[in-house]
């Protein structure tokens, strides 16, 4: 009976520290809901989207309603005029016709920024050794699409678009002496009260 339970742990434990065990590490997923299921379905429908033809009506058709899609954020000509004349060296004369227009309509003039993201986070490697914080590695992936549209007299004036179409990050932490590693500070502080 102890021969059994002692091989057992022994299995167990050799399981878990030949990084097998790589399953009952942690992961996350990071999502902002949206219409599109990958960073190209985004991008086309921004494609889509033609300047001085597309009104606010055809805007929501293609998925960037302000009022139903999440994260979507209403700016307005004060935030432009921040974004894009951040310092007095830069000049109306020198931006998109679309800005000026925007910038001179004051009130009558918005624009809708979007952030949408799908970003898977898992850990990978030994499970001891990433449990006492020795060593971890983390695998970052996924996708992450903006897009900025400036409206005047409900038209699309100006757009803007950005990203990153395929996240893949690694990221390693390595503390040779684990959860003593941190503790420096707490024995220098205790260290120092005695004294």
């Not at 033809?53 to 209403?74: C, R, V």
């Not at 850990?123 to 970052?140: H, M």
């Amino acid at each position: 009976m102890i021969k059994q339970r002692c091989g057992l742990v022994m299995g167990l434990l050799l399981f878990l520290l030949n990084g097998c065990g790589a399953t009952l590490l942690p992961s996350t997923r990071d999502t902002i809901r949206s219409p599109w299921d990958s960073f190209a379905g985004a991008k086309h429908a921004f494609d889509q989207i033609d300047v001085y033809e597309t009104d606010m009506q055809g805007l929501q058709g293609l998925g960037f309603d302000p009022f139903s899609l999440a994260n979507m954020e209403i700016l307005t000509y004060l935030d432009i005029m921040a974004r894009f004349m951040p310092n007095q060296a830069i000049k109306k004369e020198d931006l998109d016709p679309g800005i000026r227009e925007c910038l001179e309509a004051r009130n009558g003039c918005l624009a809708y920024e979007i952030k949408v993201q799908v970003l898977n986070s898992e850990r990978r490697g030994n499970v001891l050794l990433d449990l006492f914080g020795f060593k971890r590695k983390t695998n970052r992936s996924g996708w992450q699409f903006q897009a900025l549209f400036v409206v005047h007299n409900d038209f699309v004036v100006y757009k803007l678009w950005g990203g990153k179409p395929h996240v893949n990050e690694t990221s390693l932490k390595k503390k040779p002496l684990g959860p003593l590693q941190d503790s420096g500070d707490a024995v220098v502080g205790i260290a120092k009260t005695l004294l």
